[in-house]
Nanobody, 122 residues
């Protein structure tokens, strides 16, 4: 069974930083792609970015230049470094993984974590 567990969420002031961690129970090299999604109150879940098995990363325009995705294969862990946070980044953040080859823009949805809350205050 594959388990993904997010951590690192919390409350931060606008302009601050957080690093989210996604720890996986299996070797992450088995996945063709891994991703981050978020869901704000009253909104549908949206794609934030991904990292492919070859290491290429993609992020959506709304977070480009502020969010960075990376991974540590030895630790079976993926990260989302979030800098210059804005109140509109407030959401529950989910990590995901997929066995299928992806363009890098989703869907990446074979496996999901339980989510971690990020709240950015004014």
């Amino acid at each position: 069974q594959v388990r993904l567990v997010e951590s690192g969420g919390g409350l931060v002031q606008a302009g601050g930083s957080l690093r989210l961690t996604c720890t996986v129970s299996r070797n992450i090299l088995m996945f063709a792609s891994m991703g981050w999604y978020r869901q704000a109150p009253g909104k549908s879940r949206e794609f934030v970015g991904s990292i492919l098995s070859g290491g290429r990363t993609n992020v959506v325009d709304s977070v480009k230049g502020r969010f960075t995705i990376s991974r540590d294969n030895a630790k079976n862990t993926m990260y989302l470094q979030m800098d210059r946070l804005k109140p509109e980044d407030t959401a529950v953040y989910y990590c995901s993984a997929d066995m299928s080859t992806s363009t890098g823009w989703g869907p990446i949805d074979d496996y999901w974590g339980q989510g971690t809350q990020v709240t950015v205050s004014f």
